[in-house]
């Protein structure tokens, strides 16, 4: 997928703009260019493995937000069939920011549900930059019950920097709402998968992670609280995102083996931006197998799965004695 040189990260706009002349010269008509051209993807290759090879958790975050990034509809529309989307949450309105609905994944009828951020400026006006308000996880909560009346698997897509803040959110009841989902989710009869495309951010992500199997792509992030809010609180300065980011543990690796995350997801060389369609088969393979071990198992086997999950993650110990 190309990039647009405006969408680059500071950290890979060398390559874009190495692809970007690549891409010019062989548009000329001109005969004689081959083996320059040659020479310049040799090089484009060597400097995006040099690039990618030891990225820093401060431009893993970056990676995470990356404009081009796919979003959980771009995974729906590769990955499913059928799609109906359901709207509204019965109680208030419809959240832009959360997407959910029926669909066919692979033979099986599912329920999918995910944060959906923007394209543009207007785009991410309407969808609130994914950043869900109590109406949004209302949303998900009846179409997790449903899916678990209907006894249909249930997917989920997390990104988004967390729930909304704002003080319309704080009236209608945000950390109720986010609370009730994660008492459903808990208590779940079907297979419930959920897999980080992007930001995982604090309370809004969790409210659709708890999970029999948590997949997250190598370049996401997931977290109490973003890098920004953690360096505002632990060190009153906003200029520390780096080392606020290196200390939070947010990767993908930093996760598994702290046994919060089950799966990393490979992705791309150059990231999830680059190929949508890779990235989206890699997805859809690895939320496949989760589904094929746990489909089999009978109702109380998820839930006290699903239980024990969640106890093991941490680590803890007693202090001796003064």
Same mark, same amino acid.
């Given at each position: ?160 920097? =967390? #729930?909304?803040?704002?003080? %319309? ?7 109720? +709402? !986010?609370? $009730?989902? *994660? ?87 150059? =990231? #999830?931006?680059?190929?949508? %369609? ?7 393979? +690895? !939320?496949? $197998?989760? *589904? ?31």
């Amino acid at each position: 997928m190309a990039l647009d040189p405006p969408q680059a990260l500071d950290f890979e706009r060398p390559l874009v703009e190495l692809e970007q002349r690549i891409a010019e010269l062989k548009s000329v008509e001109a005969g004689g260019l081959d083996r320059e051209i040659e020479r310049l993807e040799r090089k484009a290759k060597q400097l995006l493995e040099e690039i990618f090879s030891d990225l820093s958790p401060w431009q893993v975050v970056q990676l995470s937000r990356h404009p081009g990034r796919p979003s959980t509809l771009d995974y729906i529309g590769r990955l499913t069939e059928d799609f109906v989307e359901l709207r509204g949450d019965r109680c208030f309105r419809n959240d832009e920011a959360m997407v959910g609905g029926l669909a066919r994944f692979r033979g099986r009828t599912v329920m999918v549900i995910g944060h959906q951020k923007g394209r543009g400026t207007k785009d991410n006006l309407r969808r609130n930059f994914g950043m869900a308000r109590p109406e949004g996880y209302r949303k998900a909560h009846r179409l997790m019950a449903l899916a678990n009346r209907l006894q249909y698997p249930i997917l989920t897509f997390v990104d988004t920097p =967390g #729930a909304f803040p704002g003080i %319309d959110a704080e009236e209608r009841g945000q950390a109720e +709402a !986010i609370a $009730r989902n *994660l008492e459903l989710m808990a208590t779940l009869d079907v297979p419930v998968v959920a897999t980080v495309i992007g930001e995982g951010g604090s309370g809004g992500a969790l409210a659709l992670s708890v999970a029999d199997r948590i997949l997250m792509l190598e370049y996401s992030i997931y977290a109490v609280i973003s890098p920004e809010g953690c360096a505002s609180i632990l060190w009153r300065d906003g200029a520390a995102v780096e080392k606020a980011a290196a200390a939070m543990k947010l990767r993908s690796a930093d996760l598994q083996a702290l046994g919060v995350i089950d799966q990393i997801i490979t992705e791309p060389a150059g =990231g #999830a931006h680059r190929d949508h %369609d890779r990235i989206a088969q890699s997805v859809g393979d +690895a !939320i496949d $197998r989760a *589904l094929a071990e746990i489909v089999p198992l009978s109702a109380d086997d998820r839930r006290e799965s699903r239980y024990q999950k969640f106890r093991r993650i941490g680590v803890f110990g007693e202090s001796s004695p003064l």
